[in-house]
């Protein structure tokens, strides 16, 4: 009993110690495609409620044809299909279809946090003078912020958990490391336990990063503020 | 004149809000606008600064003309501040910073001096120690005084005032009153949509009884108030005093 736990503590440790080197690259990934998505995303959510109607429909059309295609197909669109063209590495695409694939998402979180703002902050601001983009900045989008911030950071951890797909075309991340670990040795109950617990690991640390910085965001007396 | 409005119609569907309505307002003139709600006072307001599209007439405010295509939409909302029923103040924002926000942005003056001007504003409108709360820690007579502030801090020639009482407990109403009273007694050109009839009384050169989109009737209070000529007006008068 005691050698099979103390070979079990071994095995386990020897994943563990295989696996982590892999880490960084699932947080790099992870980082680049987000960042990315963010930066896209508040474009194509501000072209979305853009005045000028093509603006807003190229919009749309952007956000439903990425939302309607799988994310490993786009990561297959990208890597083969673009990359041949492109001459794209295998971190390149996979972050540029990730981050794309969010950005859509993203985009319909800040269009729909631009949106919750009353209409007369929006008159308030132009009546001072504002032109239609200072109003944004200055004035909607910092109110947004607190609206957009919790379903934007459960992206952010739904994007590194999205991540692992990268593994397939041979990006050697956590996943990819887990499954080279697994064919070199033949343990997949804990091969795959511990991946998997690792993943949990970084996910629960994002969502209490996530409560700390709803605390941070949140202004004095605001949250009793009437419409 | 420092406002000239010319047969101005503006359209919701079928129903003209405003039905060929033409005023005209001094400068340093205060005009209350009174009638039933609905009769198009706070639409023919923002007609002035463009915050509503008007179907036809014209407008034109200190020699801008209000054009559908808003060419010099920015310049006219540099002469003409307007307050709002529902204060409007920005919730993330600092007293202090909702007043000196705009004029940074768009009168493009330093921090020094915009904080200075908002706190000159703050005292006239006796907020000086309430620089730094959040609107939501302040009543609501706070608040609209507040509001107040900000809109002159950018140096309008012209103030709409849209129902600023309406949205007030009836304690309040007399201190945001008072702040518009002394700014008329100071030469300010107003435009005050209202309810409060002792106001219009007190205050007015001039008050323009609306009722569905047209002006009934218009002239010194003692008149439209105290002896109105029109049976509308008779009818909404009796209502309300």
Known sequence: MIEWISKQVILYWDILRYLLPAVPWTILITICSFALALILGMIIGIMRISRISWVARLAGMYINVIRGVPLLVQIFFIYFGLGGILNLDRFTAGVLAVGICYSAYLAEIFRSGIEAISVGQHEAAQSLGMTRFQTLRYVIIPQSMRIVLPPTANEFIASLKDSSLVSIIGMRELTRAGREYYSQYFVDFQTWFIVGLIYLAMTLTLSKVVKYLEKVYSVKGFGSQKA | ?241
Do not use: W, Y
């Open chain 2, 1 to 241: 004149m420092i406002i000239e409005i010319k047969n101005l119609v503006c359209r919701f569907g079928d129903v003209a809000a405003v039905d060929d309505v033409s005023l005209m307002v001094d400068k340093g003139e205060v005009v209350v606008i009174i009638g039933p709600s609905g009769s198009g006072k706070s639409t023919l307001l923002r007609c002035l600064n463009a915050l509503q599209d008007f179907d036809s007439g014209e407008i034109v405010v200190d020699d801008i003309l209000v054009e559908k295509n808003h060419r010099h939409i920015h310049d006219l909302r540099l002469e003409v501040g307007m307050v709002f029923q529902q204060f409007n103040l920005f919730p993330h924002l600092s007293v202090i910073n909702n007043i000196v926000l705009a004029q940074k942005v768009v009168r493009k003056r330093s921090k020094e001096e915009a904080v200075a001007k908002g706190k000159k504003l703050l005292g006239m409108v006796g907020l000086t120690e309430k620089a730094e709360a959040f609107p939501a820690q302040l009543s609501g007579g706070q608040q609209q005084r507040v509001a107040i502030a900000r809109a002159l801090a950018m140096d309008p020639k012209i103030m709409l005032f849209d129902e600023v009482t309406s949205a007030l407990d009836p304690e309040m109403i007399g201190e945001v009153l008072e702040v518009m009273k002394r700014l008329a007694a100071g030469g300010m050109t107003m435009l005050v949509v209202t309810h409060e009839i002792g106001f219009a009384r007190e205050v007015a050169d001039r008050v323009v009884f609306m009722d569905n989109g047209r002006v009934i009737e218009t002239g010194p209070p003692s008149v439209v108030i105290d002896n109105p000529r029109e049976k509308r007006t008779q009818e909404f008068l009796s209502k309300v005093l």
